[in-house]
């Protein structure tokens, strides 16, 4: 006979404010955001996340382990529905809303909404509570916190754009989890009074004149073969190669960002 651990109903509210009845502790846990299932691996629960995404890369063995639940936008709910899970964790933006409904009418459905460092945060502590990790996450995010402490400002922000994307090209503004990050590592983000994810143009991009070109690793694989393309539109600017994961992704792996801006500058 196989051992069923006992459970009990929690109720917490996600980041969204939705109130959602989780049996505790879950042990059957679908993960539809990458940095959020690197989370739960590194908070010790690789035994009960049973489902991701195919852009959960981190870690290695996650997409190993756990059972692939399509795309952060185009969900498998024949597989979910085979997996029987008992939580799912998403995200307001990068997952799709419609999608997220359909899930939240037949499990609980935990939602994280980011776009501050204090945010993050707040969903790492939120993540340890429903998941039965509370003091692991705890410790998880003071040491973030900390980090971000001691990574003091420059004098004087650099002015900078930050690409997400080329043809046509997007740049990461204001009210963005990477516009934090940029403020946090020194940056003063040219585009900072555009919305989100907005397209611009080369004249634009000359006209705003960063001192700094952020070039992100993801999600379009910008490399060193693209710099010379940005160099003309903007002379005078230092142009870098960045790694995306390190201003984007908001759970275990902003342990290593406030180090990394620091070299950054």
Known sequence: MSYKPLQR?????????RRVVVPFPPQRIVSLVPSQTELLFDLGLAEKVVGVTKFCIHPAEARQKAAIMGGTKNFNFERIAELKPDLIIGNKEE???AGIEQLA??????????????EALRM???????????????????ETAAAFAALAPPPTPLPAAYFIW?????????????DDMLRRAGFANVFASRGRYPEITA???????????????EPYPFA?????????ICPAA??????GELFSWYGSRLRQSAAYFRTLR
């Open 9 to 17: 109903p929690l109720t917490v509210v996600d980041q969204l404010g």
């Open 95 to 97: 997952n799709h809303q």
């Open 105 to 118: 009418a037949s499990y609980p459905v935990w939602l994280s909404d980011i776009a501050t460092l204090n």
């Open 124 to 142: 790492m502590r939120g993540v340890g509570v429903i998941t039965s990790r509370r003091e692991a996450a705890e410790m998880l995010a003071a």
């Open 166 to 178: 080329r043809q046509p090209y997007m740049v990461a503004a204001g009210g963005t989890f990477i």
């Open 203 to 217: 004249a634009e991009l000359a006209a705003a004149a960063p001192a700094r070109i952020l070039l992100s690793s």
């Open 224 to 232: 060193e073969k693209h710099v010379a393309e940005f160099q003309a």
């Open 238 to 243: 230092r142009i870098d190669i960045v790694d």
